[in-house]
């Protein structure tokens, strides 16, 4: 499995923009799918609120790959 590290500089980003940010979607509307057909797992557990605020310390699975925000 593919680990990531992804900074940003804001309070927290939203799920199906982060998977669209790291490059685990292509688009939007893949993100948005995913998310919603319960494909992501945020922090170990499957997340279908495409707009759960991400904060760093949060990980998000998708594809096989990891994101970690810091």
């Given at each position: 499995?593919?680990?990531?590290?992804?900074?940003?500089?804001?309070?927290?980003i939203?799920?199906?923009?982060?998977?669209?940010?790291?490059?685990?979607?292509?688009?939007?509307?893949e993100?948005?799918?995913?998310?919603?057909?319960?494909?992501?797992?945020?922090?170990?557990?499957?997340c279908?609120?495409?707009?759960?605020?991400?904060?760093?310390?949060?990980?998000?699975?998708?594809?096989?790959?990891?994101?970690?925000?810091?």
């Open positions: 499995m593919k680990k990531t590290e992804i900074s940003i500089t804001t309070e927290f939203k799920l199906d923009s982060l998977l669209k940010f790291a490059g685990a979607a292509m688009t939007g509307g993100a948005k799918e995913a998310v919603q057909n319960g494909e992501v797992l945020f922090n170990g557990e499957v279908t609120m495409r707009g759960k605020k991400v904060r760093p310390g949060d990980e998000v699975e998708y594809a096989g790959m990891v994101i970690a925000v810091k």
